[in-house]
């Protein structure tokens, strides 16, 4: 009996593990944090590189989102995917850099099919002649869950002063 004893408590753990890690307030994290690094460009980073992203924003994304922003106001509406794809891929073309940094995330509310992540975030978008993003910013994106996965549906921006 000792002998089953380690592999059935590490097999208790694995389930455990599992269980934790498929949780959907960990899957939202996870796809939380795959938007920012996916929206974030490094100075110096090659154009390929920079336009994979397209491809990591592509699966991150509902076919319909909803931008809500106060800096931008080219960036409020309601847009396609391709529509947001597009206009991430001429992004990739012309910032310097862009950057955004998960420093607080304050509540995950799930509700069948639909959640809610809201988080503080430091932002930096920075094109050749002027910083239309620049500073801390309290965020909240709400996702919807589709056959494949979560998928993000509407994206509030608000600076904090």
Known sequence: MRRFAIPIVFLIVAVLFCVWWYSPTQVLKRRTAALLSALSLEVGQGKANRHLGVYSLN??????????????????????????EAGFSWLCEQAKQTRFEMEILRSITITGEKANVKLTL???????????????????????KEKDAWRLSKAVWNKIP
Do not use: C, Q
Request: aromatic letters at 10%; glycine letters at 6%.
């Open 59 to 84: 699966e991150l994304l509902a076919r319909h989102v909803e931008l809500e922003t106060p800096t931008i106001d080219e960036a409020n509406g309601s847009f396609e995917r391709e529509e947001l």
């Open 122 to 144: 430091t932002g930096l978008v920075e094109l050749p002649t002027y910083k239309p993003a620049d500073g801390s910013y309290d965020v909240s994106f709400d996702w919807v």
